[in-house]
């Protein structure tokens, strides 16, 4: 999988508020500088609209092109003609888009998953809380940490099942739209093979329930 893929599946629960709304897009900048010293730079704006679970990337930069998330798989299209599609985890409902739409940002959507809470602590001003997997899933997945400051998320912790950290996540730069609160700054730090990975995503101009654009939120790719 092209690495310009991949922020869409780490980036998780952002967003926050009302289950009133089930709307949302923006512009995105993505910045990523990889532990082999490469980096990448990707610009566009994305679309996400709860009733059709269909993730939208409208790419202007590097290349000029379109990535939509449905169901089990990525397709991309150049000059709205398609051109490939890959298989990846079903992510619309746990994405960051639906999750805000939904109201689960403070505890990272959790609370509506089979995780349950193992321990609240209170460090440097801030709440971190610890949520374990159940029994039947231990084998294959680890504790997630969950920070909380000023009643926001402020950061994530993903273990594996050693209890050694495989990503963190901190949120910063909250805003408000709509009444949603949501941080306009992800900072992302992925480990592998024990060397840090980082990625730096924001958002502007997040506009919600849109009603222009609209071919823009159920993109057809059911033919592929």
Same mark, same amino acid.
């Given at each position: 999988?092209?690495?310009?893929?991949?922020?869409?599946f780490f980036i998780f629960p952002l967003f926050t508020f009302s289950q009133n709304f089930y709307r949302i897009k923006a512009d995105f900048t993505i910045k990523q500088k990889n532990?082999?010293?490469s980096s990448a730079l990707t610009v566009g704006k994305v679309y996400y609209d709860k009733n059709y679970k269909e993730i939208v &990337?409208?790419?202007?930069?590097?290349?000029?092109?379109?990535w939509i998330t449905k169901d089990t798989? =990525?397709?991309?299209? =150049?000059?709205?003609k398609f051109v490939s599609r890959q298989t990846v985890p079903a992510i619309a409902e746990f994405s960051i888009f639906h999750l805000c739409l939904n109201g689960t940002l403070t505890n990272y959507g959790l609370e509506s998953s089979p995780y349950t *809470?193992?321990?609240?602590?209170?460090?440097?001003?801030? !709440?971190? /809380?610890?949520?374990?997997?159940p029994a039947k899933m231990a084998k294959f997945l680890g504790k997630v940490i969950v920070s909380q400051?000023?009643?926001k998320l402020y950061g994530v912790a993903m273990c594996n099942i050693k209890g050694e950290t495989l990503n963190k996540q901190f949120y910063k730069n909250y805003d408000s739209n709509s009444g949603i609160e949501f941080p306009?700054? *992800? =900072?992302? *730090? /992925? &480990?592998?093979?024990?060397?840090?990975?980082?990625? !730096?995503t924001t958002y502007e101009n997040i506009i919600i329930d849109d009603y222009s654009e609209e071919e823009?939120?159920? &993109?057809? !790719?059911?033919?592929?």
């Open positions: 999988m092209n690495s310009r893929f991949l922020f869409f532990a082999d010293g &990337y409208d790419i202007s930069f590097p290349e000029k092109e379109m798989s =990525v397709y991309k299209f =150049v000059d709205k *809470i193992y321990n609240v602590e209170k460090e440097n001003g801030m !709440v971190l /809380t610890t949520w374990m997997p400051k000023d009643k306009k700054e *992800i =900072v992302q *730090i /992925t &480990y592998i093979n024990g060397k840090e990975n980082y990625q !730096v823009m939120y159920n &993109y057809p !790719v059911t033919a592929h």
